[in-house]
Structure formats: C-alpha cells, structure tokens
C-alpha cells in the first residue's frame, strides 16, 4: 500500500447536485458553455390563488380579440358597504380580518375597483347587516330562514 501525505487528497465518489443547485444560473451557464442539450419550461400560473378567480380567467380575456369590459362592483355597492361598516364601527381592516380577506379587497369594493364575488359579498352581508345583492339593496340582512 503506497503512503499517503498530507497533502494527497482521495475522493471515493462526487456528491450530486441538488435539484436547486442543477437549476441555478451557475448550472444553466456551464451547461451552455460545455454543449450539453439543456431543456427550459416556465409554469403557468403555479402557486397561484384560485380561491379568488373571477367569472372569467384572465387567459380567457387575454385570447378574446375583441375589446372586453370585465364586470366590476358597482360604486352604490361600494357606498352601501361603507355605510355599513361605519355603523358597526368598523374599519376596513377590522372588516376585512371578519371575513378572513385582505384590507386590500374591501378597499376595492368600496371604491367599485373589484370583480364580484358572490363568496365574499355573503360574508360582507352578514358581518355588516345590509343585503348588497338582488332587488332590495340596503335593505337589512335577515340571515336565512329557519323553519316555523
């Protein structure tokens, strides 16, 4: 068996690259430089919040090649759950933390700016007590009815 010094190094196997690590600019840039075949992809909307989708996806709205208007809150909507906040004595953010959404959802409704969803109009209902759908609009929320 031949002596080794101090300075003599033996490797018994190279450790792998870790996925992130294959996957850094570093990798991609030496893998360019050497001529290996490298294969790039990008998802499409991964990770992203479906809860909050409107009627409409916004693919489907990029592809249409007329010009579309998409349908937004109406600000007498926006006044009436402003009044109704006010009254219980809420700020948005005290709203909003209510109905387990951002401050910045119940600034868009109030200002007429959101996309309608029936979920988070429910919730706005009945944290402040006025009905903001159907035919009588600020009219107070009675809740469902039970049987008699």
């Given at each position: 068996?031949?002596?080794?010094?101090?300075?003599?190094?033996?490797?018994?196997?190279?450790?792998?690259?870790?996925?992130?690590?294959?996957?850094?600019?570093?990798?991609?840039?030496?893998?360019?430089?050497?001529?290996?075949?490298?294969?790039?992809?990008?998802?499409?909307?991964?990770?992203?919040?479906?809860?909050?989708?409107?009627?409409?996806?916004?693919?489907?709205?990029?592809?249409?090649?007329?010009?579309?208007?998409?349908?937004?809150?109406?600000?007498?909507?926006?006044?009436?759950?402003?009044?109704?906040?006010?009254?219980?004595?809420?700020?948005?953010?005290?709203?909003?933390?209510?109905?387990?959404?951002?401050?910045?959802?119940?600034?868009?409704?109030?200002?007429?700016r959101a996309?309608?969803?029936?979920?988070?109009?429910?919730?706005?209902?009945?944290?402040?007590?006025?009905?903001?759908?159907?035919?009588?609009?600020g009219?107070?929320?009675?809740?469902?009815?039970?049987?008699?």
């Open positions: 068996m031949a002596e080794v010094g101090w300075d003599d190094v033996t490797y018994l196997r190279k450790k792998t690259p870790k996925a992130a690590e294959a996957r850094s600019s570093k990798a991609v840039n030496s893998a360019m430089r050497s001529g290996t075949d490298i294969e790039t992809s990008k998802k499409y909307g991964g990770g992203g919040n479906k809860q909050h989708m409107g009627s409409r996806d916004s693919a489907a709205v990029c592809r249409d090649t007329e010009e579309t208007k998409i349908e937004t809150v109406s600000l007498d909507v926006g006044k009436l759950i402003q009044k109704g906040r006010t009254e219980k004595g809420l700020t948005q953010k005290e709203l909003a933390t209510r109905i387990n959404e951002k401050p910045q959802v119940i600034n868009d409704y109030e200002a007429g996309i309608p969803n029936n979920q988070i109009l429910s919730k706005v209902e009945r944290i402040i007590g006025l009905k903001l759908r159907g035919k009588d609009k009219k107070p929320f009675g809740g469902p009815k039970g049987k008699k």
